[in-house]
């Protein structure tokens, strides 16, 4: 064979290998390449695909794939293309590597879904293709081991990525449109990079931009990503149907410089230059206004982060114009947390899927599973053999938040509770969260326009603790009306509050007992509430300030406080209730009818029946173990400087309206300690109104658990008239003039009371008659003038005596029934009274009020006229008293004696007539001719022989023996009844009987007028008595009375 035909031979072996290359590249190939990619796919994936065309240019060694899609089993589209071009470059002989000029992606559109099943579209393409990693090793080898290539660039123009949840009530989605990349020496092989520039319009309209080198041996990235113009109101399209807020007006930009690299087994990645910015931004319930929350902008600068070295850095973080609403509702939630979705407790947030080794093993799945829900609930416990995770470190240079504004409500008041803190400028400095770094706080902000509250310090996160020093200036008071209304009928009209001092906080034995210490003072100024009920003022004061207080949870020290002009107001109503019980709430109602010795059953009855409603809300239950009571705190006050106090107080319940008060009452209590041995000396004056001046004085120990009280009160120059009010609702008279002073001493010690109260009444003078129907029965003006010495005075000593924890006992009620007591006595037994003022007792004083005289006689015996000596000397004691004296005489007993002195008379009379024949040798007998004569005189002739046989006795003789019929008279009882008969027949007028009462009575007033005695006109003489009272030997008594 020649040459020339062997090159005619070649040249037509190359023709035909180019016709058999062309027509195979163009033809043949393309349709291969279609089949094999729709069957793969199929295979791999379980989907018909759709490819419309395949073009191969076999000399430029190009491939084009037109109309490509891949469908979601609903049959929409999940990943398509218009065009995928790829050029391959003969330089990858060269190369010894696949070596691809150009892959151009035209249009592509993928469509991520989130199924109903919670499953993604892209769990549910794959089944088939996990399928077969699992069952074909060569398959798993062969995408284990990448091929050896270069893409020189990567061109996708005009991508559309989606995401879509189709598990929420409303589909939410999620699109970039449209997405460039151009990406430039893509390579697997080592120490080559390039670059790649992507730009999209993100949702909200914004513009996501990223550029930056490449490498994929070693596998790293690194360059800048940026976000500008976001509009947030789209973005919150995504997630409407997850919350109950909606974004209306929002921009968004970020700017951030990136590094991402693989070393060895770890990922390092890196974010500096950070910056974030939102501008304008308003959020607001949906569909209701007004706006909860707005913001003029936000901007986060100087941002870093490093991994795996887990630090972040912020340089500064500044939020202007911050506008936030807030409130609860009227059942105490907070609107914020309605607004977002509830996150389930002891659940997993955030699910994925394995990888790695094992991942679709079902055994190593399952123990993969058991580890990773583990590591979910317990995020301190780590798989055995893992390392422990080193915590992240985050540091912050600067937070700051300027002129922000806060609107606070709480609608679970009555009215609600609304109050504005604007002006609020926040500066966090340095924040760190490595355990026990201190951050810097610089807090200002102005509370309802007025309030002005300073905080400047250091604080920590981890653990809790502040170092804080805070000043707050005049808080106004009445913005916490709302509150004040739930227990108390008052209007809060004004009053401001201040602190000023260092705070400081730590973490303490458990968060509900966190370690609070503060040192420093709080003041109010111009507090003043009304009672709504009559519009009058009720508590109040100028000034109230508490200076170098020293606090912490084991101690509250204070070293002065000073109340000054501090007031207040009480009034009984004319049903006795008071202003107290009717402006607080029933539980302060029933601590004030405590003090005034009301009964406590009210709350007795409350506690009863709250155990009764337990009782009938819960199941019966183990007795839970008794508790240790926790001691209480130790207290000590050095001095409370008391500054021109006043107290007004008003008694409507009387019949006459009562009103009085005190007035510039100042002093001091020294020493307040919660220690049971201490002892406050105090030492207060003041003015008593209308007239009077009271002063305290003693030791006291309020704070104690077992409180110890030994004061002194002394109340001087009291004017009694304004005291009316009540003597006449329950003495039934006015008081017309006197002067009042009060010495009353109390001593408590535990809960025993001990009282000595000195009452003095000055020339004390009733007036008129008031009627009453709670007046006393007791005769109290007799007790008054008796009471009452020689100038003017009243001088009592009341005691008292009891337990303040018995219910029954009430200082009150206690005095009240000592002065009813002495009354009582004083009224029941005056001449017990006046025996005393002379020196006598009480057996001996009694008989005071009455004179014993003999029977019939008139004249005093020594032993009364002495006692009338006596009686006169106490009455002169008395000079408001009056003596009434009634004089007896006894018709029995003074009647005998008058008819025996005068038989006596008539003896006397007759035997001086005829001695020779009446006189008899016993002077002290009558003799019995006497006796028959007058006998005879009285009854006739011979009417004392015709007695005779009635009182003879048998004759005796000697021997004492009867003897027969033989009679005697029996002289001496025949004798007797003659004289008794003719003494019995006596007559003794009426008249007789009177003029012997009248002249005792005057006997008695006689010696009482005498020289230096009671004046006549103190001493009345009362119509005489014939039935007397004897004396137990038997003398008529004449009975005295004393009056007022």
Do not use: C
């Not at 007795?623 to 006043?646: C, E, F, K, Q, Y």
């Not at 201490?678 to 409180?707: C, F, K, W, Y």
Request: negative net charge.
């Amino acid at each position: 064979m020649n040459i020339r035909k062997l090159v005619r031979l070649r040249r037509f072996w190359f023709v035909i290998a180019i016709l058999t290359y062309t027509l195979v590249g163009f033809f043949v190939v393309p349709r291969i390449i279609r089949q094999q990619a729709l069957a793969q796919i199929e295979l791999s994936l379980g989907r018909i695909a759709v490819i419309e065309s395949v073009r191969v240019n076999p000399y430029r060694l190009s491939m084009s794939v037109s109309g490509f899609s891949l469908p979601d089993e609903d049959g929409t589209v999940f990943i398509g293309f218009d065009e995928l071009y790829v050029n391959l470059e003969l330089s990858s002989v060269i190369n010894r590597a696949w070596t691809v000029g150009e892959l151009r992606l035209e249009n592509p559109e993928i469509t991520a879904r989130i199924m109903p099943s919670q499953e993604t579209n892209f769990e549910d393409a794959s089944v088939s293709f996990r399928t077969r990693m699992a069952a074909d090793e060569d398959f798993r080898k062969s995408l284990s081991t990448p091929p050896r290539m270069i893409l020189q660039r990567l061109r996708i123009n005009g991508a559309r990525l989606t995401a879509v949840n189709m598990a929420a009530a409303e589909p939410e989605s999620l699109s970039f449109t449209p997405a460039n990349l151009d990406l430039h020496d893509l390579s697997t092989l080592p120490d080559r990079s390039g670059r790649y520039d992507f730009e999209a319009i993100g949702a909200g309209g914004g513009r996501w931009e990223l550029e930056g080198m490449h490498s994929l041996h070693p596998l790293q990235a690194s360059g800048s990503f940026a976000i500008q113009g976001t509009r947030l109101p789209e973005i919150w399209n995504v997630i409407r149907n997850r919350v109950e807020f909606e974004i209306t007006s929002g921009a968004m930009g970020l700017q951030v410089d990136y590094a991402v690299a693989l070393e060895g087994n770890e990922v390092a990645f890196s974010l500096s230059d950070a910056a974030l910015s939102i501008d304008a931004l308003s959020v607001r319930e949906k569909g209701v206004d007004p706006e909860l929350f707005s913001l003029d902008s936000l901007r986060v600068t100087g941002a870093q982060m490093q991994l795996p070295a887990q630090r972040a850095h912020v340089e500064r973080v500044a939020i202007h114009g911050a506008d936030l609403k807030a409130w609860l509702s009227e059942e105490g939630e907070l609107n914020w947390l309605a607004l977002v979705p509830e996150i389930p407790t002891g659940q997993a947030l955030l699910t994925g899927e394995r990888s790695g080794p094992g991942a679709d093993d079902p055994a190593q799945a399952s123990a993969a599973d058991s580890t990773e829900v583990q590591a979910s609930v317990t995020p301190t416990s780590s798989p055995a053999g893992s390392s422990e995770v080193s915590p992240w470190t985050v540091t912050i240079a600067e937070v700051a938040l300027i002129d922000a504004v806060l609107h606070a409500e709480d609608r679970s008041t009555t009215p609600t509770f609304a109050v504005d803190v604007d002006s609020i400028d926040l500066i966090l400095r340095d924040i760190n969260t490595d355990p026990g770094s201190l951050f810097g706080l610089e807090l200002a902000l102005t509370i309802a326009g007025q309030g002005r509250l300073n905080v400047n310090g250091r604080a920590s996160a981890q653990p809790p603790a502040a170092i804080l020093e805070v000043e707050l200036a005049q808080l106004p008071l009445p913005i916490f009306q709302p509150y004040l209304n739930s227990v108390a009928d008052l209007r809060l009209v004004s009053g401001s509050f201040g602190l000023e001092g260092q705070l400081e906080f730590a973490e303490g034995p458990t968060p509900q007992e966190p370690d609070l210490r503060f040192a420093g003072s709080v003041s109010s100024d111009e507090f003043l509430t009304i009672d709504r009920i009559r519009e009058d003022p009720f508590v109040g004061w100028r000034r109230i300030e508490a200076n170098q207080i020293r606090y912490d949870t084991s101690h509250l020290e204070i070293a002065e406080i000073v109340a000054e002009r501090p007031r207040g107001k009480v009034h009984v109503h004319a049903d006795r209730t008071t202003n107290i019980d009717a402006i607080l709430a029933p539980s302060t109602g029933a601590l004030t009818g405590a003090l005034t010795g009301a009964s406590t059953a009210p709350s007795t009855a409350a506690s009863t029946a709250g155990e009764q409603q337990s009782g009938a809300d819960q199941e019966p239950a183990d007795v839970a173990p008794a508790t240790t009571s926790t001691p209480p705190m130790p207290i000590h006050i050095g001095n409370l400087r008391l500054i021109d106090g006043w107290l007004d107080f008003t008694d409507e319940s009387l019949i006459l309206p009562f009103a009085a008060g005190i007035d510039s009452l100042s002093g001091t209590i020294s020493g307040l300690s919660s220690d049971p041995d201490a002892r406050a000396e105090i030492a207060l004056d003041g003015d008593v109104l209308p007239s009077g001046r009271v002063s305290v004085t003693g030791q006291v120990n309020p704070l104690s658990e077992e409180p110890f009280i030994d004061i002194e009160m002394l109340f001087r120059d009291l004017d009694l008239p304004v005291l009316t009010p009540y003597s006449g609702q329950y003495i039934g008279r006015e008081i017309d003039k006197g002067k009042l002073q009060l010495d009353l001493e109390y001593r408590l010690e535990g809960t025993h009371l001990v009282g000595d109260n000195r009452i003095i009444l000055h020339q004390l003078e009733y007036g008129d008659d008031v009627d009453s129907p709670e007046a006393t029965s007791l005769p109290v003006g007799l007790a008054t003038a008796l009471l009452k010495d020689s100038r003017g005075n009243i001088d009592l000593e009341v005691p008292i005596e009891g337990d303040v924890d018995d219910p029954g006992f009430g200082v009150g009620d206690a005095i009240w029934e000592a002065l009813s007591n002495t009354v009582s006595k004083v009224a029941m037994a005056p001449f017990k009274l006046l025996g005393g003022l002379v020196g006598m007792g009480g057996g001996e004083s009694e008989e005071l009020q009455y004179v014993d005289y003999l029977p019939g006689e008139s004249g005093l015996q020594p032993d009364e006229e002495q006692q009338l000596f006596k009686l006169a000397e106490a009455l002169l004691e008395r000079p408001e008293l009056s003596l009434e004296i009634r004089g007896y005489a006894d018709r029995e007993v003074d009647g005998l004696a008058i008819r025996e002195s005068r038989f006596a008379d008539r003896v006397a009379t007759r035997v001086a007539e005829d001695p020779g024949r009446y006189a008899s040798t016993d002077s002290a007998q009558v003799s019995p001719r006497l006796l028959r004569d007058l006998f005879d005189e009285a009854y006739g002739d011979d009417a004392a022989e015709r007695l005779e046989d009635l009182f003879q006795v048998p004759r005796l003789d000697d021997e004492g023996q009867s003897r027969g019929d033989k009679t005697d008279l029996d002289e001496a009882r025949f004798h007797a009844h003659l004289r008794q008969t003719i003494v019995d027949d006596i007559a003794v007028p009426e008249d007789r009987l009177q003029q012997l009462a009248i002249a005792r009575s005057a006997h008695v007033k006689n010696v009482l007028a005498g020289p230096g005695g009671v004046s006549e006109f103190r001493i009345f003489l009362l119509d005489v008595g014939i039935e007397a009272e004897l004396s137990d030997d038997g003398r008529v008594r004449t009975e005295m009375t004393v009056t007022n």
